[in-house]
């Protein structure tokens, strides 16, 4: 177990839908990722968000948007589904802005139908 | 473009051999190079890394290779085991910037 919870495991939705994934970093990490991984993808960088801020951005498409809540977890919302966003959704914590180590979460598998 | 690139997308090794995935990277910015591990339904787990600075980092019977003029790296198991059997992800950083994977290599390790 990585410490990193993400909810829900599994989304079915339809397009043009909004969805929220939640992600609860490691307790004591101060930075959360985010991560896609489609089908033939590697892992491609969203965002990254540090004690509340955005910290870095990646190939992150604007229907998506992302924030880090005063308790550190942090949520990414997904606007206008399309059927290419469906992936693996994963969240990532470490202590400081990157150079630890990441440990992940079991992510989120999102199906857009 | 790929800045980190598994040109392999499968490897099967009979179990006790050694198992060589590789990894190409096409950024010499990057300094900091790890390779992690996934299971089926968990997310990805970080295995091994190395610096730039060094050519050769040693974990058990996991070691990591740098050739930095190639560009080059590669994971060595020796000897694999069928636990072992997982897809396993290359990823690279510069500095501070958030890691870059690769496309993952899924490996089979038959008993």
């Known amino acids: 177990d990585s410490g990193v919870t993400q909810t829900p495991k599994h989304l079915i939705t339809a397009t043009g839908q909004r969805v929220t994934l939640r992600c609860s970093p490691r307790s004591g990490d101060l930075s959360v990722y985010w991560y896609q991984q489609s089908l033939d993808q590697g892992l491609q960088f969203l965002i990254q968000y540090y004690n509340g801020e955005e910290r870095a951005k990646g190939n992150i498409l604007e229907r998506f948007s992302a924030q880090q809540f005063p308790d550190l977890h942090s949520e990414l919302n997904l606007s206008s589904l399309e059927l290419g966003d469906s992936a693996l959704y994963f969240c990532?914590?470490?202590?400081?802005?990157?150079?630890?180590?990441?440990?992940f979460g079991s992510g989120t598998q999102l199906s857009v139908l | 473009d790929q800045q980190v690139k598994q040109n392999s997308p499968s490897l099967s090794v009979q179990e006790g051999r050694i198992s060589i995935l590789n990894c190409d990277y096409t950024?010499?910015?990057?300094?900091?190079f790890l390779w992690y591990k996934k299971y089926p339904a968990e997310g990805p787990t970080f295995l091994i890394s190395i610096s730039s600075i060094k050519d050769k980092n040693e974990d058990g019977r996991f070691t990591v290779f740098l050739n930095k003029s190639a560009k080059h790296l590669s994971l060595h198991i020796v000897p694999s085991q069928p636990g072992d059997s997982a897809v396993y992800f290359c990823?690279?950083?510069?500095?501070?910037?958030?890691?870059?994977f690769g496309k993952g290599t899924r490996l089979s390790v038959i008993a």
């Open positions: 990532a914590s470490s202590q400081g802005q990157g150079l630890e180590k990441l440990f």
């Open positions: 950024n010499s910015m990057f300094d900091y």
């Open positions: 990823a690279a950083r510069s500095g501070n910037t958030p890691l870059v």
